[in-house]
């Protein structure tokens, strides 16, 4: 008997058996983009593939999807970084009847439960309140206060990459205007990095990339040749986090924040510190706040789902 836990990422799909906090055989796929039926297969099969390694069988099924999460339903309600999730999804239920037998499922936002394996097992362990934020193909948060992690009355507490911070901005990915993820966002950069280069400005982040999506590391590269658009773009990033993180420590009062995803993670502690740097000059009343680094780093979702047990 064991419980694995799934992370569903607009990227890759991760999962593993996880046992006192640490993920065991864990295994990843891209993330399929062909509609909600191939993306449980990809998770069925993943789930399948980390029993049969770990040699157990699996009764307890957490699951971090990105958007909005109704988690009394296990329903995916509204996933704008998901291809073919532009209606609610029953995910819970069809991984279950995709896995047969006793399984029990449950579902929740990924950075609500990259958030809780980070307060239990990571960066913030032993922390009653904190703010996880994840840069990633969005941008999500996770907010634990009291030790309890928050949802709000119809599942959307803590989405961070929805706040506004140029209300004339960029459109978001959800079709909102000057949302932080239509800055900080993968995804969003690479579709500005892209515009930018098809109007005449060079680029290596598209040199890099070519046809291919412009992945954590290409961002990582382009900036470490000094790349313009690239600098030009993390550095409005970097003042669109440090702008709506000020804001939510603001008002919920915390010291805390742990930075985490795929291109948080991949820039690590020095793009943390510059965010840092912003929000201790934009946070009211000039409080102390700290800002970390996810220590589980591609873990924490995985992690996190499988405390939702």
């Known amino acids: ?50 029993a049969a390694a770990n040699d157990v069988e699996v009764t307890h099924v957490g699951i ?14 509204h996933a704008p970084n998901l291809v073919g999730f532009g209606q609610p999804v029953a995910l819970a239920d069809m991984v279950a009847a995709r896995l047969g037998g006793d399984v029990h499922v449950r579902l929740d936002n990924d950075v609500s439960v990259a958030a809780l394996g980070e307060g239990t097992h990571g960066a913030a362990a032993g922390s009653a309140d904190l703010l996880a934020v994840w840069v ?15 949802r709000g009355d119809s599942g959307g ?17 959800c079709g909102g205007i000057g949302h932080l993820e239509a800055y900080a966002g993968r995804a969003a950069l690479e579709a500005e990095a892209r515009r930018r280069h098809a109007a005449g400005e060079p680029s290596a982040l598209v040199d890099l990339a070519g046809e291919e999506r412009m992945k954590s590391k290409i961002f990582a590269e382009a900036l470490d040749a000094g790349d ?7 550095d409005d990033a970097v003042q669109a986090l440090g702008l709506s993180i000020a804001s939510v420590v603001t008002v919920v009062d915390i010291d805390l924040v742990v930075i985490g995803g795929g291109l948080g993670g991949r ?3 020095p793009f943390v510190a510059r965010v840092e740097r912003v929000v201790q ?10 800002l970390v680094t996810s220590t589980l780093l591609d873990y924490a979702g995985v992690v996190g789902a499988a405390e939702l047990f």
């Open 267 to 269: 820039l690590g502690d």
């Open 228 to 234: 313009q658009v690239a600098t030009r773009l993390l």
């Open 281 to 290: 000059e934009k946070v009211f009343g000039n409080r102390p706040v700290r």
């Open 136 to 150: 990633g193909t969005g941008v999500g948060g996770g907010l634990i206060l009291g030790g309890d992690l928050r």
């Open 157 to 173: 507490a803590g989405e961070i990459g929805h706040t506004t911070v140029w209300p004339e901005g960029r459109v978001c990915g």
């Open 1 to 50: 008997m064991a419980t694995v836990g799934v992370d569903l990422g607009g990227t890759k799909v991760m999962a593993a058996v996880v046992h006192h906090g640490k993920p065991h055989h864990p295994g990843k796929v891209p993330t399929p983009t062909d509609g909600p039926e191939a993306v449980v297969e990809a998770i069925a099969t993943l789930i399948e593939e980390t």
């Open 64 to 77: 971090g999807a990105p958007g909005k999460v109704d988690r009394e339903a296990g329903v995916l309600a």
